[in-house]
């Protein structure tokens, strides 16, 4: 549960747009081009109006698991497609570098404590390139 923790203290509700909704507002766009739907006909299908759908795919709003759920159905996609990869809990080894790898190999060998440690650092050199990003 830590990365959830992390993930949710990190994009709180009320902090929109941010990273987060602003690619899982992509995905949705794509994802509804692909279907071939126009805003107006998938925010007919999920219950929403137009205005909703669209603050969702500019990243303003995000959308809840009904909602998510009712989009998956009617785009034919995994709930998960619409999450961004690099906010997903599920780490695909294959698709880590190998410097990626080695990082995780040696956070591995230290206690609990230090992976603590090395967490907050981590954390906190990503919110300054962020910060600076942004």
Known sequence: MGLLNSLYEKFSVGDTPNRFTIEMGK???????????????LASKIYRRQAALSDMENGKMEPNASTLLSM???????ISYFFPDRFNPEINLDTLSDLEKEILINVKQLDEDNQARILAQLRALSNLENNSKG
Do not use: T, V
């Open 72 to 78: 998956a159905y009617h785009l034919n996609k995994p």
């Open 27 to 41: 995905l949705i766009r794509q994802a509804r081009e692909e279907a071939g739907f126009s805003q107006r006909r």
